[in-house]
């Protein structure tokens, strides 16, 4: 049963450039959710996609947009590049609910360059 | 969500217990406390999750206060493969909660 995975592992973008991200979910879970991870912070959540719509989103700019597709997979948007964006971006995905196993699972992140 | 508070950084030698304090004095009744684990470039994976009193799986034990304001991680006999960040969260987990990360405790383990 494959985790989480997200594609690439490594990137490395110019300033004003466009970037996408991809993740695949854990087998049976219909949420994912997205983070940024700058060195040596904790993740910060930046939306998060049930149902192809985004539910809720955290404090990012409109820049960050996503997509969920219906077969559970997700993108990751970022346009216009910035400096700041440099992070590792990390997907979870869960399973709706307000059940006790809702556990979110974690991808091993795409570490984005921008120079 | 209920803020944590924990040290950032905590020193350890092989074959010791680690016990790591995280404090959450604005917890709400239907919280619980989760502890996640995250190694260098990967994604933070959980270790274990309680509401009160004590829990215990193969990884760690997590002790709850009754009072619930704080929770402290006990890993025991630690090895140089726990040298890692962790974290130690707040919410009700439910499927659409967003966790909300600090900045965790990492964690150096010595031989």
């Known amino acids: 049963d494959a985790g989480v995975t997200q594609s690439p592992t490594h990137l490395i973008k110019t300033r004003g450039q466009q970037v996408t991200l991809r993740c695949s979910p854990k087998s049976g879970h219909d949420t994912v959710s997205w983070y940024q991870q700058a060195l040596g912070q904790g993740p910060q959540f930046i939306f998060q996609?049930?149902?192809?719509?985004?539910?809720q989103r955290g404090n990012f700019p409109d820049r960050f947009s996503g997509h969920q597709f219906p077969n559970y997979s997700s993108e990751l948007n970022v346009n216009a590049l910035l400096l700041g964006d440099s992070a590792l971006y990390l997907c979870?995905?869960?399973?709706?609910?307000?059940?006790?196993?809702?556990?979110?699972?974690f991808g091993q992140g795409t570490r984005l360059t921008v120079v | 969500l209920a803020k944590t508070t924990q040290p950032i950084s905590m020193d350890s030698y092989e074959g010791q217990e680690v016990n790591i304090t995280c404090s959450h004095n604005?917890?709400?009744?239907?919280?619980?406390i989760t502890w996640y684990q995250q190694f260098p470039s990967q994604g933070p994976r959980f270790i274990i999750q309680g509401y009160k009193t004590k829990v215990t799986n193969e990884v760690a034990s997590l002790f709850i206060p009754a009072d619930r304001k704080s929770s402290t991680l006990s890993l025991p006999r630690v090895s140089l493969s726990d040298t890692a960040v962790y974290y130690c969260?707040?919410?009700?987990?439910?499927?659409?909660?967003?966790?909300?990360f600090g900045t965790g405790t990492r964690l150096l383990v010595s031989p």
């Open positions: 969260l707040v919410g009700d987990f439910t499927g659409f909660q967003k966790l909300v």
């Open positions: 979870a995905s869960s399973l709706a609910g307000t059940g006790r196993d809702t556990e979110a699972f």
């Open positions: 996609y049930y149902e192809e719509e985004e539910r």
């Open positions: 604005n917890i709400a009744t239907n919280d619980y």
